[in-house]
């Protein structure tokens, strides 16, 4: 069995505050050692706080330098692949999505 140099990722998009869901998802990701990795848009809040989780806001999509955050449509399901870029660039092997 081989193991990862890099813990996997999980991805997803949210405009809505954390809820129960996001919630259990980022603790899975820690009990795990995963990141978890959410994609903002124009209409998630302002101030996304949730333990476990990296929030990607527009601001932080376009800060972050990837050329993308600038072309991708706002208000659509493209912005996920910003948080993939992220997931990358961080060393992540293995990238698993949900919505």
């Given at each position: 069995?081989?193991?990862?140099?890099?813990p996997?990722?999980?991805?997803?998009?949210?405009?809505?505050?954390?809820n129960?869901v996001?919630?259990?998802?980022?603790?899975?990701c820690?009990?795990?050692?995963?990141?978890f990795?959410?994609?903002g848009?124009?209409?998630?809040?302002?101030?996304?706080?949730?333990d476990?989780?990296?929030?990607?806001?527009?601001?932080?999509q376009?800060?972050?330098?990837?050329?993308?955050?600038?072309a991708?449509p706002?208000?659509?399901?493209?912005?996920?692949?910003?948080?993939y870029?992220?997931?990358?660039?961080?060393?992540?092997?293995?990238?698993?999505?949900?919505?």
């Open positions: 069995m081989s193991s990862l140099s890099s996997p990722a999980l991805v997803v998009t949210s405009i809505n505050d954390p129960p996001m919630k259990s998802l980022a603790e899975g820690q009990a795990h050692g995963w990141s990795l959410i994609a848009d124009s209409k998630s809040p302002s101030v996304y706080e949730l476990g989780a990296t929030f990607l806001s527009l601001d932080a376009v800060h972050e330098g990837y050329s993308l955050a600038r991708a706002i208000r659509t399901y493209t912005r996920k692949n910003i948080a870029l992220h997931a990358m660039r961080a060393g992540a092997e293995v990238i698993v999505e949900t919505d």
